[in-house]
């Protein structure tokens, strides 16, 4: 099932010398939730934006995930 989740994540340059933090409101299958709190998670999570724009992040950069109720 997929879920609506609003995501910090660190943007960065290639040097990763300078960036910030941003924020992106998606949704996110529940299995690739419970593969990022397990002790060996992939390199990269997939997820959907807008009208089904599909994302990828590397999960080294994910600071924050927190579940949106409608």
Do not use: H
Not at 30 to 59: C, H, M, Q, W, Y
């Amino acid at each position: 099932m997929n879920n609506l989740y609003m995501l910090k994540y660190w943007s960065g340059n290639k040097n990763d010398t300078e960036g910030k933090f941003m924020e992106i409101k998606c949704t996110i299958p529940d299995e690739v939730v419970d593969n990022i709190l397990s002790k060996k998670p992939n390199p990269f999570i997939r997820g959907f934006v807008n009208d089904g724009e599909a994302f990828i992040l590397p999960t080294s950069n994910i600071y924050d995930i927190t579940q949106v109720y409608n």
